[in-house]
């Protein structure tokens, strides 16, 4: 088989005939071993190929020692004695050497590996030019170079590989022009140039290679205009050309990219409207154009993307109304039409987009009702910025306007109404009026006079039950539901949006169990009287900022709500500085006691991890973008299940409630259980990236079904995986459990190595080379479409409740919050 002819980064083999390994590695490996199947060669090295792979040797920088292997008289080259070195016939076929820190250059003797057909040195921080001795490997298969520090210009000279099936150079400096010499390459369906300094247009002749599927030029310095023969590339399935200068407007050849599936041209200086030949791409899933100049209306034909299920088309000068056959679009879950000059009402229809998780319409020119299902389905910063619309949360209430025959006429202001004198028969009317007024104030006032002095003469009792309240014992009094309330102890009780009507006695005088402790407080799960369950962190006690920084900030993450996030539903603050968060109590626990407290005959499947992971990326990306929060300490002990094995991260901003020294010792806490990122040992402040880093380590523990804490052969989690992959015994790292279902199902072998790539990538040692919570939710939304729709479909908006629960941790016994 060709070792270079698949798609994946990382290929799948098998050591042993077990028929459950035997059937991934079919379904998985489109690029597996050589011929033969095997490193050890058996026939000395050729003596052109030995002088290249010692020139390569000789300029790398190898700090951990892994081509310690690589010396001698070089005759063991084809022995398997060479890590990373794979031979046919004594020539040298694949160079494979990712994730191993390697630094220095790569140089130009490659040229002399006239048999390579895979060059793979990607995530290491090697750097340099990129030898324009590439162009003398005509076998050469795939090139993946990306996560690394290569700078300079892409070698035009690589165009002369016409057996090319893959190139990636993303993620490095690399400047200059797209070489329009790529176009050589005839059997590239891989072209990944993201996240570079490129400038320049995009070249016409790459619309000219027959087999291109992904197209991904993003994140560079592009200009001009797109190619007008973008649609002779009929086979296109990805094409992103976001965050670039590229002006003009969208070409209508567009509309011939019949398999096209993802739309990216976000970001850029295109202008014009929208060709109606866009939509008739009926592959089309997701269609990205925000941040452009695009004017002129939404088509009516817009229900053409049958398919759709993400449409932006937010910060351009759309105009028009939004049209009523968006409504068709049934799979649609994000519609986001923002920041335009969009008129009229928000049509009816959309109210049947019942897989619609995230809708934003503001700041447009749109009025009228909103539609009742949306209104309640999305809280107020959906539909704010529209002066004359109404009927959302916060908006003005909407009224039937009256016809002018029956309007009345405006009151006249009060220096210009007319006035006449009084007789004197009222005026003693009114004169007595007032003294009765003085008499009833006089007694009113002694009235409660006389009942303070009587509570007074009574200390002991007042003091006995205020104690009460404090310690959460019963007693007399109440509070209120909803808004703030106290109890007779002094203290105080916010409710905030979604959570259950319950006092401060209900809450304190609630039995509580133990679920664990933390840096920063204890867990428990509260029993009301009436039989509900709520979760409650008690806070240690002087770990929080102090009390008028405490409730802005606790404030503002009450309003914090989405699907994939735990919401802060009450926070309770005792007269002696107690402080009582209360959240929604999730029955099936942590996805820790999911995946490693369970009972052997209770697996977990491939479906249900890949939801979990899905909706952490969902909830995290929500937690980054639109809240600007960073959560610091996401665990696997930090994410909840509900009924529906839906992911909810929890104590999302609680960093912002603490001081600065209960954050480091929580960052040293997770650094300890293995989810910690390597940066934050020198930083000691968490960021979205340290985010990134802590979801591809329970990615990684979804994959493999290990603790991130634990060691194997000395390695962690991400080494221990990256040294399998090296060995191209990639089926090994995954849990006995996910390699029976990929027997089971033609698709999952595939998807559980694009699933392992992903995570590795969110893990990488440099906090650049990491992706954003966005890339990986899109990402995964990509590997798994069916997951990534049934996800977002299984949210309505607020989940209804008839308990309100809270994350706490109690001891084993019964007891009161307070105690």
Same mark, same amino acid.
């Given at each position: 088989?060709?070792?270079?002819?698949?798609?994946?980064?990382?290929?799948?083999?098998?050591?042993?005939?077990?028929?459950?390994?035997?059937?991934?590695?079919?379904?998985?490996?489109?690029?597996?071993?050589?011929?033969?199947?095997?490193?050890?060669?058996?026939?000395?090295?050729?003596?052109?190929?030995?002088?290249?792979?010692?020139?390569?040797?000789?300029?790398?920088?190898?700090?951990?020692?892994?081509?310690?292997?690589?010396?001698?008289?070089?005759?063991?080259?084809?022995?398997?004695?060479?890590?990373?070195?794979?031979?046919?016939?004594?020539?040298?076929?694949?160079?494979?050497?990712?994730?191993?820190?390697?630094?220095?250059?790569?140089?130009?003797?490659?040229?002399? #590996?006239?048999? !390579?057909?895979? /060059?793979? %040195?990607? $995530?290491?921080? &090697?750097? *340099?030019? +990129? =030898?324009? @001795?590439?162009?003398?490997?005509?076998?050469?298969?795939?090139?993946?170079?990306?996560?690394?520090?290569?700078?300079?210009?892409?070698?035009?000279?690589?165009?002369?590989?016409?057996?090319?099936?893959?190139?990636?150079?993303?993620?490095?400096?690399?400047?200059?022009?797209?070489?329009?010499?790529?176009?050589?390459?005839?059997?590239?369906?891989?072209?990944?140039?993201?996240?570079?300094?490129?400038?320049?247009?995009?070249?016409?002749?790459?619309?000219?290679?027959?087999?291109?599927?992904?197209?991904?030029?993003?994140?560079?310095?592009?200009?001009?205009?797109?190619?007008?023969?973008?649609?002779?590339?009929?086979?296109?399935?990805?094409?992103?050309?976001?965050?670039?200068?590229?002006?003009?407007?969208?070409?209508?050849?567009?509309?011939? #990219?019949?398999? !096209?599936?993802? /739309?990216? %041209?976000? $970001?850029?200086? &295109?202008? *014009?409207? +929208? =060709?109606? @030949?866009?939509?008739?791409?009926?592959?089309?899933?997701?269609?990205?154009?925000?941040?452009?100049?695009?004017?002129?209306?939404?088509?009516?034909?817009?229900?053409?993307?049958?398919?759709?299920?993400?449409?932006?088309?937010?910060?351009?000068?759309?105009?028009?109304?939004?049209?009523?056959?968006?409504?068709?679009?049934?799979?649609?879950?994000?519609?986001?039409?923002?920041?335009?000059?969009?008129?009229?009402?928000?049509?009816?229809?959309?109210?049947?987009?019942?897989?619609?998780?995230?809708?934003?319409?503001?700041?447009?020119?749109?009025?009228?009702?909103?539609?009742?299902?949306?209104?309640?389905?999305?809280?107020?910063?959906?539909?704010?910025?529209?002066?004359?619309?109404?009927?959302?949360?916060?908006?003005?209430?909407?009224?039937?306007?009256?016809?002018?025959?029956?309007?009345?006429?405006?009151?006249?202001? &009060?220096?210009?109404?007319?006035?006449?004198?009084?007789?004197?028969?009222?005026?003693?009317?009114?004169?007595?009026?007032?003294?009765?007024?003085?008499?009833?104030?006089?007694?009113?006032?002694?009235?409660?006079?006389?009942?303070?002095?009587?509570?007074?003469?009574?200390?002991?009792?007042?003091?006995?039950?205020?104690?009460?309240?404090?310690?959460?014992?019963?007693?007399?009094?109440?509070?209120?539901?909803?808004?703030?309330?106290?109890?007779?102890?002094?203290?105080?009780?916010?409710?905030?949006?979604?959570?259950?009507?319950?006092?401060?006695?209900?809450?304190?005088?609630?039995?509580?169990?133990?679920?664990?402790?933390?840096?920063?407080?204890?867990?428990?799960?509260?029993?009301?009287?009436?039989?509900?369950?709520?979760?409650?962190?008690?806070?240690?006690?002087?770990?929080?900022?102090?009390?008028?920084?405490?409730?802005?900030?606790?404030?503002?993450?009450?309003?914090?709500?989405?699907?994939?996030?735990?919401?802060?539903?009450?926070?309770?603050?005792?007269?002696?500085?107690?402080?009582?968060?209360?959240?929604?109590?999730?029955?099936?626990?942590?996805?820790?006691?999911?995946?490693?407290?369970?009972?052997?005959?209770?697996?977990?499947?491939?479906?249900?991890?890949?939801?979990?992971?899905?909706?952490?990326?969902?909830?995290?990306?929500?937690?980054?973008?639109?809240?600007?929060?960073?959560?610091?300490?996401?665990?696997?002990?930090?994410?909840?299940?509900?009924?529906?094995?839906?992911?909810?991260?929890?104590?999302?901003?609680?960093?912002?409630?603490?001081?600065?020294?209960?954050?480091?010792?929580?960052?040293?806490?997770?650094?300890?259980?293995?989810?910690?990122?390597?940066?934050?040992?020198?930083?000691?402040?968490?960021?979205?990236?340290?985010?990134?880093?802590?979801?591809?380590?329970?990615?990684?523990?979804?994959?493999?079904?290990?603790?991130?804490?634990?060691?194997?052969?000395?390695?962690?989690?991400?080494?221990?995986?990256?040294?399998?992959?090296?060995?191209?015994?990639?089926?090994?790292?995954?849990?006995?459990?996910?390699?029976?279902?990929?027997?089971?199902?033609?698709?999952?072998?595939?998807?559980?190595?694009?699933?392992?790539?992903?995570?590795?990538?969110?893990?990488?040692?440099?906090?650049?080379?990491?992706?954003?919570?966005?890339?990986?939710?899109?990402?995964?939304?990509?590997?798994?479409?069916?997951?990534?729709?049934?996800?977002?479909?299984?949210?309505?908006?607020?989940?209804?409740?008839?308990?309100?629960?809270?994350?706490?941790?109690?001891?084993?016994?019964?007891?009161?919050?307070?105690?």
């Amino acid at each position: 088989m060709d070792v270079c002819g698949g798609r994946n980064r990382y290929n799948v083999g098998s050591r042993g005939s077990s028929l459950v390994l035997l059937i991934v590695m079919v379904v998985v490996v489109a690029a597996a071993l050589p011929v033969g199947g095997q490193a050890a060669d058996g026939v000395v090295i050729a003596q052109a190929d030995l002088q290249g792979l010692q020139a390569i040797r000789q300029a790398l920088v190898d700090p951990r020692g892994f081509l310690s292997g690589w010396n001698g008289t070089g005759l063991d080259a084809c022995s398997g004695a060479w890590a990373g070195i794979k031979c046919v016939r004594g020539k040298v076929v694949a160079i494979q050497l990712p994730f191993k820190g390697l630094a220095g250059a790569l140089s130009d003797k490659v040229g002399q #590996l006239t048999a !390579l057909r895979k /060059l793979s %040195l990607h $995530d290491n921080a &090697l750097g *340099g030019q +990129l =030898p324009a @001795s590439l162009g003398f490997l005509r076998e050469l298969r795939g090139i993946y170079l990306f996560n690394n520090r290569f700078a300079g210009a892409v070698p035009p000279q690589v165009g002369s590989c016409t057996l090319l099936q893959t190139v990636d150079f993303s993620g490095n400096f690399l400047s200059g022009t797209i070489p329009a010499s790529l176009a050589g390459a005839t059997r590239l369906f891989r072209l990944n140039l993201a996240y570079n300094n490129l400038s320049g247009a995009v070249p016409s002749s790459l619309t000219s290679l027959p087999f291109l599927e992904s197209l991904l030029l993003n994140n560079n310095n592009l200009s001009g205009e797109m190619p007008t023969t973008i649609g002779n590339l009929r086979m296109l399935h990805d094409i992103s050309l976001s965050n670039n200068l590229i002006s003009g407007s969208i070409p209508d050849g567009i509309g011939n #990219l019949s398999k !096209l599936q993802s /739309l990216d %041209l976000s $970001d850029n200086l &295109l202008s *014009g409207s +929208l =060709p109606l @030949s866009l939509f008739n791409l009926t592959s089309l899933v997701e269609l990205k154009l925000d941040g452009n100049d695009i004017g002129g209306h939404i088509p009516e034909a817009i229900d053409g993307l049958k398919n759709l299920t993400q449409l932006s088309l937010r910060r351009n000068v759309l105009d028009g109304e939004i049209p009523v056959t968006v409504g068709k679009l049934s799979a649609l879950s994000l519609l986001d039409v923002s920041e335009n000059n969009l008129t009229g009402a928000i049509p009816e229809s959309l109210s049947s987009l019942s897989n619609l998780t995230s809708f934003n319409v503001s700041y447009n020119n749109l009025s009228g009702p909103v539609p009742v299902v949306l209104s309640r389905k999305f809280n107020s910063s959906s539909f704010v910025g529209n002066i004359q619309l109404c009927g959302f949360n916060g908006s003005a209430i909407c009224t039937s306007i009256s016809s002018p025959a029956t309007t009345a006429s405006p009151p006249l202001p &009060l220096l210009e109404r007319p006035t006449r004198k009084l007789n004197k028969r009222e005026l003693m009317f009114a004169v007595g009026g007032i003294c009765l007024l003085f008499l009833l104030l006089f007694c009113c006032v002694l009235l409660f006079w006389r009942k303070d002095k009587k509570e007074s003469e009574s200390p002991k009792k007042g003091a006995k039950d205020a104690t009460a309240k404090a310690t959460g014992k019963p007693g007399s009094g109440g509070g209120g539901s909803g808004g703030s309330a106290g109890g007779d102890g002094g203290g105080r009780l916010v409710h905030f949006e979604g959570g259950l009507s319950f006092t401060a006695d209900d809450l304190l005088c609630a039995t509580a169990e133990i679920l664990g402790k933390s840096t920063y407080g204890t867990v428990y799960k509260a029993t009301m009287e009436n039989g509900s369950y709520v979760a409650v962190k008690r806070l240690r006690e002087k770990i929080a900022k102090n009390q008028k920084e405490f409730e802005v900030e606790v404030n503002a993450l009450g309003k914090l709500r989405h699907p994939n996030l735990l919401a802060l539903r009450a926070y309770y603050l005792g007269p002696k500085g107690e402080k009582l968060l209360v959240f929604d109590f999730m029955t099936k626990g942590s996805l820790a006691s999911f995946l490693h407290a369970r009972a052997p005959d209770s697996p977990v499947n491939w479906p249900t991890r890949m939801n979990i992971a899905v909706g952490l990326a969902r909830g995290l990306h929500h937690l980054h973008g639109e809240a600007n929060i960073v959560h610091g300490n996401l665990t696997s002990s930090n994410v909840l299940l509900d009924e529906g094995n839906n992911a909810k991260i929890a104590d999302c901003g609680l960093s912002r409630l603490m001081s600065a020294a209960a954050n480091s010792n929580v960052i040293a806490a997770a650094g300890a259980l293995g989810y910690r990122a390597p940066e934050l040992s020198k930083l000691k402040k968490a960021t979205p990236k340290t985010d990134i880093y802590s979801l591809g380590m329970i990615m990684l523990e979804l994959l493999t079904g290990k603790s991130p804490g634990d060691t194997t052969n000395g390695l962690d989690l991400p080494q221990w995986v990256a040294s399998v992959v090296e060995e191209e015994w990639t089926n090994e790292v995954f849990d006995l459990e996910l390699m029976k279902d990929a027997a089971a199902g033609s698709e999952t072998g595939e998807e559980l190595v694009k699933t392992l790539k992903l995570a590795l990538h969110c893990v990488d040692p440099s906090p650049a080379a990491r992706p954003e919570a966005q890339q990986v939710l899109r990402q995964l939304e990509q590997i798994k479409p069916s997951i990534a729709v049934s996800a977002s479909s299984s949210f309505t908006g607020e989940p209804s409740h008839t308990t309100a629960t809270v994350t706490t941790i109690t001891d084993d016994t019964k007891s009161t919050i307070t105690e």
